[in-house]
T-cell receptor, first 111, second 117 residues
């Protein structure tokens, strides 16, 4: 079983709509969860972190965590063409120091 | 802060040559990570350091790869001899307090695109 799983996409969403990106993880003891955005040819950029069950909002972004279901998601409201990128889910692995990355979901916002 | 600095940004070399990638982490960060990214395998952790000490090198693909961190502001990743399958983008990232509840995320450098012909 892969440690962090994401649908590779591409996920196509009309401009102005809500984009929903999902991630599941296998290690029940994971405590910290992150979303990164990576534009083509660029490095990953940290956009959200979440540690407790529930929702965390930052501007147009909302991260959702459900530890019982081992599920974390990212919602992007009012999607813009500039949101088109690959979104990487990352989870701190067993032992605490390692961050395990999913392979990412490609998001395409349709103008 | 200038962020994580990596050099060179691009490296083209011939098979069998030695390659050295360099990284300067963000000042004050005590964790440093080396990653490799390819289309097929995604982002792979190669090795990470805490307070200049290598903690986990289980991701280093083979003995041809080595990494050092002689001080808090500098790290190198060396490949000797290089092979075409080493072609990838290599990222350095730094952070502090990466484990447990409330861990901080990692901040990535711009990467080094390595091509081995």
């Amino acid at each position: 079983q892969k440690e962090v799983e994401q649908n590779s996409g591409p996920l196509s969403v009309p401009e102005g709509a809500i984009a929903s990106l999902n991630c599941t993880y296998s290690d029940r003891v994971s405590q910290s969860f992150f979303w990164y955005r990576q534009y083509s040819g660029k490095s990953p950029e940290l956009i959200m972190s979440i540690y407790s069950n529930g929702d965390k909002e930052d501007g147009r972004f909302t991260a959702q965590l459900n530890k019982a279901s081992q599920y974390v998601s990212l919602l992007i409201r009012d999607s813009q063409p500039s949101d088109s990128a690959t979104y990487l889910c990352a989870v701190n692995g067993r032992g605490g120091d390692k961050i395990i990355f999913g392979k990412g979901t490609r998001l395409h916002i349709l103008p | 802060d200038a962020g994580v600095i990596q050099s060179p940004r691009h490296e083209v070399t011939e098979m069998g040559q030695e390659v050295t990638l360099r990284c300067k982490p963000i000042s004050g960060h005590d964790y440093l990570f080396w990653y490799r990214q390819t289309m097929m395998r995604g982002l792979e952790l190669l090795i990470y350091f805490n307070n200049n000490v290598p903690i986990d090198d289980s991701g280093m693909p083979e003995d041809r790869f080595s990494a050092k961190m002689p001080n808090a502001s500098f790290s190198t990743l060396k490949i000797q001899p290089s092979e075409p399958r080493d072609s990838a983008v290599y990222f350095c990232a730094s952070s502090f307090r990466v484990g447990g509840q409330g861990a901080y995320g990692q901040y990535f450098g711009p990467g080094t695109r390595l091509t081995v012909t």
